[in-house]
Nanobody, 114 residues
Framework: VQLVESGGGLVQPGGSLRLSCAAS????????MGWYRQTPGKRRELVAT???????TYADSVEGRATIARDSTLNTMYLWLIKLEPDDTAVYYC?????????WGQGTLVTVGS
């Protein structure tokens, strides 16, 4: 499976954005999809996940500000983030699980600032 993220960029504090992750290859094998983020010197952290039944989970840091969704017909996952804060600045990575296998995207940088 190949994953390509898009939608990152510079966003003002309080603003919003939508990230997309397009999966290709054996995408039909994907069960769980998720977003992670990482800043320099810190561990990659979970942002949100969604399974193939549509059940979503969110990190406490984005609860109430994030919405994750997936379109299985397009093999695409989305993440909407609102009320962005400087602490949301990070490289955001798409992640998928396919049974015992997993795959990562190359990441897309989100910078929250003026």
């Amino acid at each position: 499976v190949q994953l390509v993220e898009s939608g990152g960029g510079l966003v003002q504090p309080g603003g919003s954005l939508r990230l997309s992750c397009a999966a290709s290859g054996n995408a039909f094998r994907i069960n769980v999809m998720g977003w992670y983020r990482q800043t320099p010197g810190k561990r990659r952290e979970l942002v949100a996940t969604i399974d193939d039944s549509g059940k979503a989970t969110y990190a406490d840091s984005v609860e109430g500000r994030a919405t994750i969704a997936r379109d299985s017909t397009l093999n695409t996952m989305y993440l909407w983030l609102i009320k962005l804060e400087p602490d949301d600045t990070a490289v955001y990575y798409c992640h998928v699980e396919m049974g015992n296998l997993e795959a990562w995207g190359q990441g897309t940088l989100v910078t929250v600032g003026s």
